[in-house]
Every structure is written in C-alpha cells, then in structure tokens.
C-alpha cells in the first residue's frame, strides 16, 4: 500500500484511492495496445488508468489549492475474495482520514454514489453414486446443484429493481463434482456471487436460497452495499467539475461491481465512484478511452480547486 498527501494536516482533506491488482487473464491481454481511441489491456478501465490520472493530479509539494490537503492511497488487494485485512480498511484504521472520498473504479464518467453488496455463498449439494452406465440408478449431484442455481436466479430477490438499479446481479462463478468420469457424481458445489441491491436484505435472501431445498451452505466473503445521498455538495461539485471537461452531462448511478468506498463510507467519510469512460473490465478486451482520460484529469484537477469551499458546505451524507 501507498499513501502521499500534500497540504497541511489540519486542512479539509480530498482522498483519491485506487487499486492497482486485476483479475486474471490470458498472458496476451497484459500486453497493452492502441486501437484508435481504445487503451486495451488488463487493467485498462479497472483500474490503472484511473490510478495514473490520479497520480497526476496530486499536486507536487507546496502546490495544493489553499485550504486543502489531497491525499492519494494506493491499495493492492481490491479484487481478492476476502472480506477482512483489506487494504483499504487498514489504511482507514491506521489513520487516513479526509473529508470526502473518490474511488476511481469505472463509471464512465458518472458519479457512483451506490453500488451493490455482495454475498459470495458455496453451496454444496449431494446425491447418489451409481455406475456410469446406469446412472439412472443414481442421483447427479452436478445436475441436481445446476437446478438449484436456475432455481436461485428466480427467486423473488432476483426479480426486484430500484431507482438506481435494473436488477441484482448472480453469477455461478465455480463449480466442481465428481471424481471420475464412469461414476455418477455423488456430491457438487457451487460458488456463487450475488450483488444484492441496497434496500435488500441478505438474511431474507439467504431465507429464500434455503427454501429451494436440501444443501449446505457456507461465506465466502460478503460486503454490505452503499447507498449514498444524490444532494451532497461534494457529488454536486464532483458533477459541475466533471461536465466541464467532457459532452454531454455527467449524473448519479448506481454501480454493479463492489466498491471500496465502503472502508471510507463506514467511518463516515463520504466516498463515490468516479472514473473514466471505457468497456469489457474482467473481459477479454478491456479497454478504456484515451481522450477521456483528458476529461478525467481535469475534471479532478478543477475538483480539487473547488475543494475548499465544498469542505464548508453544510452534507446530508
């Protein structure tokens, strides 16, 4: 982890935090190229690209606009699947403080002012082994837990919607069964990653998970949502900054992906996602706009001239 900061201690503070690990991907796809307007590479959107800006727009010492600190923290480990130890977490305990917070996952320039929680669950499901031949004499454990993920995706909590929202998000993201080809598999787990909506309660989905029927159930890891306010004035201040470095009108959304912005949101300190435009993170062509990198480092750099006076403005969030 990497923190630096420029102004004095005792001035409002403005933390940009990002993260610099990605998800896994094939060797090729670490190798950058530019198609036209397109940076395509791991990492590209989600989110190198994002970080360089922001290391950019930190002001050299003895640059920072007057009456504010800006604070950059770098964290490594945003996409593993751990819900305790984060990076972001311990560098909130160890000290770091500001008054507002911008995370600079992908937003395609739009303000992230929620995002979904996550509960990442593997559920185990058993049957009956047989022989290969006849596997009508036993019960397919591998079939039976695909049932039982179709029968998740359409559970009432799949099916609800908010303002922000379409829809929670599901994925079987692992699966794993039997241990030879010519048995019937007696025993099947799945992992499965569901981004609830913030309204949603994760017990009651859990209820409705157990209703579908026999099977074992454990965490992985799990992250409560975030719901932040439209009419904070550093979201205002965010959006004014941001329409004007780029067409068109920049508004609140909600974000699908976890976020962050949750080890700054639980001690109080109000945190956004905020990043440039782009496409395909985790994907096999992930990409990010170059020009809207232009938008993104100057839409922060007037961001942070504003600092100060959004710091004395009265927040709702």
Same mark, same amino acid.
């Given at each position: 982890?990497?923190?630096?900061?420029?102004?004095?201690?005792?001035?409002?503070?403005?933390?940009?935090?990002?993260?610099?690990?990605?998800?896994?991907?094939?060797?090729?796809?670490?190798?950058?190229?530019?198609?036209?307007?397109?940076?395509?590479? /791991?990492?590209?959107?989600?989110?190198?690209?994002?970080?360089?800006?922001?290391?950019?727009?930190?002001?050299?010492?003895?640059?920072?606009?007057?009456?504010?600190?800006?604070?950059?923290?770098?964290?490594?480990?945003e996409?593993?699947?751990?819900?305790?130890?984060?990076?972001s977490?311990?560098?909130?305990?160890?000290?770091?403080?500001?008054?507002?917070?911008?995370?600079?996952?992908?937003?395609?320039?739009?303000?992230?002012?929620? +995002?979904?929680?996550?509960?990442?669950? /593997?559920?185990?499901?058993?049957?009956?082994?047989?022989?290969?031949?006849?596997?009508?004499?036993?019960?397919?454990?591998?079939?039976?837990?695909?049932?039982?993920?179709?029968?998740?995706?359409?559970?009432?909590?799949?099916r609800?919607?908010?303002?922000?929202?379409?829809?929670?998000?599901?994925?079987? &993201?692992?699966?794993?069964?039997?241990?030879?080809?010519?048995?019937?598999?007696?025993?099947?787990?799945?992992?499965?990653?569901?981004?609830y909506?913030p309204?949603?309660?994760?017990?009651?989905?859990?209820?409705?998970?157990?209703?579908?029927?026999?099977?074992?159930?454990?965490?992985?890891?799990?992250?409560?949502?975030?719901?932040?306010?439209?009419?904070?004035?550093?979201?205002?201040?965010?959006?004014?900054?941001?329409?004007?470095?780029?067409?068109?009108?920049?508004?609140?959304?909600?974000?699908? &992906?976890?976020?962050? +912005?949750?080890?700054?949101?639980?001690?109080?300190?109000?945190a956004?996602?905020?990043?440039?435009?782009g496409? &395909?993170?985790?994907?096999p062509?992930?990409?990010?706009?170059?020009?809207?990198?232009?938008?993104?480092l100057?839409?922060?750099?007037?961001?942070?001239?504003?600092?100060?006076?959004? +710091?004395?403005?009265?927040?709702d969030?």
């Amino acid at each position: 982890m990497i923190t630096a900061s420029v102004g004095k201690p005792a001035d409002p503070a403005i933390i940009l935090h990002g993260h610099f690990d990605v998800v896994p991907a094939e060797p090729g796809q670490f190798e950058p190229r530019v198609e036209g307007d397109r940076l395509i590479g /791991r990492g590209a959107y989600d989110m190198k690209a994002a970080l360089a800006a922001m290391m950019l727009a930190l002001p050299v010492p003895g640059s920072a606009p007057p009456g504010l600190r800006v604070v950059l923290g770098i964290v490594s480990d945003e996409e593993s699947e751990v819900d305790k130890d984060r990076g972001s977490d311990f560098l909130v305990d160890s000290g770091l403080t500001g008054d507002f917070a911008i995370t600079g996952e992908p937003t395609d320039l739009n303000i992230g002012v929620a +995002a979904k929680g996550v509960l990442a669950l /593997r559920i185990g499901v058993a049957g009956r082994a047989a022989h290969g031949s006849t596997p009508w004499l036993g019960d397919n454990a591998v079939l039976r837990a695909v049932e039982m993920f179709r029968g998740l995706e359409s559970l009432p909590f799949a099916r609800e919607s908010s303002e922000l929202f379409d829809r929670p998000s599901i994925n079987l &993201g692992r699966i794993q069964g039997g241990d030879a080809i010519n048995k019937v598999p007696d025993y099947c787990s799945i992992d499965v990653d569901i981004r609830y909506l913030p309204h949603q309660d994760p017990e009651e989905i859990l209820e409705q998970i157990r209703g579908l029927g026999p099977a074992a159930m454990e965490s992985i890891f799990a992250l409560p949502p975030i719901d932040g306010s439209f009419e904070s004035p550093w979201v205002k201040g965010l959006m004014e900054a941001a329409d004007a470095h780029h067409e068109g009108t920049s508004v609140s959304i909600g974000r699908d &992906g976890a976020s962050d +912005a949750l080890s700054f949101k639980r001690v109080g300190i109000p945190a956004v996602e905020f990043g440039p435009v782009g496409a &395909g993170h985790h994907g096999p062509e992930e990409w990010v706009s170059i020009a809207s990198l232009e938008s993104y480092l100057g839409t922060l750099r007037e961001f942070l001239g504003m600092g100060a006076s959004l +710091a004395g403005s009265p927040t709702d969030d």
